[in-house]
């Protein structure tokens, strides 16, 4: 019988047994891998309410829970995955994810090609008086 999925629906590779999880909403056990992790902001404060608060200067307290679901749970209640067709499923194309932040890098200002400048000029005397010594001797 053919597979449906060249990973068999887990993440685990060759690395043999793993932990069972339960799930968060149903409480079925599934194994760690395949299991959908999300990461939800949660405030004890109803919505409008924080936000009239936060106007008014006050600090409303934000609590990030994380759930498991399986994958059931995750496709038909949660709304957190959704059903592919044969043809998206085999395309090896990345899910979205959140962008990379890198540092920004800056141009040099003026003065520092100049301190690179007497830097870079200062070894080659060097180097030129250490073959002249070589050279005498």
């Avoid at 799930?23 to 309410?49: E, F, I, M, Q, W």
Wanted: net charge positive; hydrophobic share 25%; with cysteine.
């Amino acid at each position: 019988m053919p597979k449906k999925r060249k990973n068999r629906g887990r993440h685990k590779g060759d690395k043999g047994k793993e932990p069972m999880v339960y799930c968060d909403n149903c409480g079925k056990l599934v194994p760690r891998s395949k299991a959908v992790r999300v990461t939800v902001p949660y405030s004890p404060v109803p919505g409008d309410l924080a936000r009239e608060l936060e106007k008014q200067g006050a600090i409303v307290p934000r609590y990030y829970v994380t759930k498991t679901y399986c994958i059931n749970c995750a496709i038909y209640l949660g709304g957190i995955l959704k059903v592919r067709s044969e043809d998206e499923r085999k395309k090896k194309a990345a899910l979205s994810r959140a962008p990379i932040r890198r540092e920004s890098v800056t141009a040099p200002s003026a003065s520092k090609p100049a301190q690179t400048q007497t830097q870079t000029s200062a070894p080659p005397s060097t180097t030129q008086g250490m073959q002249e010594s070589t050279t005498k001797s």
